[in-house]
């Protein structure tokens, strides 16, 4: 390689410039294959140096995959179940509202729990009539929603009412479990009446049958109006588990959602509508929770109970009837 640096040398400044007596003694013709073995060299080794580079950062790719993979993987293998079956809420018996003086200052926000919106037939091939409302009695209660002024809002603007803004007349849309009929029916009547909603998924059910794909999610979260909050990750009871095992569920579920593309996740909904007591606020904490969904009945929410949201179930029925 010294031979090539003084022969390229001596090809840019001309030959007769350079003092290297060897170079000089050469003939024209053995200069010139010189030259031309210098250059493929060069070119060699420079392809070679590139080759180098494009297998390096492969590698780093594919090391990177690999730790994305390894992260979605749980530590802890508890197998989801397969069918959670969300026990419906006991028929709702009067429930003090908390104390404003206390828990307040408190705003009347409903938020509406759905599972299924599904035909009716469908419903009762699958056994699921009682977590289903007939996706034709769906569309009629949001166009009752449009008729009656109410702007559908997120988790995070529910939480900006608890802490000062006042939304005019706010409803949140809430579903839990993601179960597939949501893609295929609730889905296309929120985009078409511009509704925002919240999906709450249990993520190690996902891609299960009658679940909710992960390119499916991807599409609906990238509408703008669906987020994507937590319901553990094998829809968990947190109220009889441990505090590792709640945290685990939580947490897994969590670096599954944002591993899609879908954090910052602030919202949660306890499966079951459990709460598991305060040790499991501290989970949800931790975990970046700002507002925490349950199956307690009740439109009335206070700025000290974010962990504490009042949900209306709701039937195949006017939403009159549950007091919009
Ligand atoms: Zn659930």
């Known amino acids: 390689m010294g031979n090539c640096k003084k022969v390229l040398q001596a090809y840019y400044k001309g030959l007769y410039d350079i003092e290297d007596v060897k170079l000089l003694q050469m003939k024209n013709m053995q200069r010139i ?10 070119g060699a080794l420079a392809f070679g140096v590139y080759e180098f580079k494009g297998e390096f950062s492969q590698k780093q790719k594919t090391r990177v995959a690999q730790v994305s993979v390894q992260t979605l993987v749980p530590a802890v293998s508890p197998q989801p179940q397969v069918t959670p079956t969300p026990t419906l809420t006991p028929t709702p018996t009067p429930i003090p509202l908390p104390d404003p003086a206390v828990y307040g200052p408190c705003k ?15 419903a009762e091939s699958k056994g699921q009539k009682s977590l289903t409302v007939k996706n034709d009695v769906f569309s009629a209660q949001m166009d009752y929603l449009v008729k009656r002024g109410y702007t559908a809002i997120t988790p995070k603007q529910l939480h900006d009412a608890l802490t000062g803004m006042n939304p005019v007349k706010p409803v949140l849309l809430t579903f839990d479990d993601g179960y597939a009929d949501f893609y295929t029916y609730a889905y296309p009547e929120l985009v078409k009446h511009g ?18 794909k992960w390119s499916q999610i991807s599409e609906m979260h990238g509408s703008g109006l669906i987020t994507f909050a937590n319901h553990t990750w094998s829809h968990k009871n947190l109220g009889k588990s441990s505090l590792e095992m709640a945290k685990f569920e939580v947490d897994t579920a969590k670096t599954q959602l944002e591993e899609h593309g879908l954090g910052p996740v602030t919202a949660f909904a306890y499966p079951y509508g459990t709460e598991g007591g305060s040790l499991i606020y501290g989970v949800l904490k931790d975990a970046g929770i700002k507002v925490a969904f349950t199956t307690i009945p009740g439109s009335y929410q206070c700025a000290k109970l974010p962990y504490d949201v009042r949900r209306t179930r709701v039937g195949n029925s006017s939403l009159s009837s549950y007091g919009l």
């Open 195 to 212: 509704f925002k909603a919240t999906m709450f998924l249990s993520t190690g059910l996902a891609e299960g049958a009658d679940y909710l």
């Open 33 to 42: 294959i010189l030259i031309a073995m210098c250059i493929v060299a060069l």
């Open 108 to 122: 009347n926000i409903p938020v509406l729990m759905y599972h299924h919106i599904q035909p009716w037939t469908e």
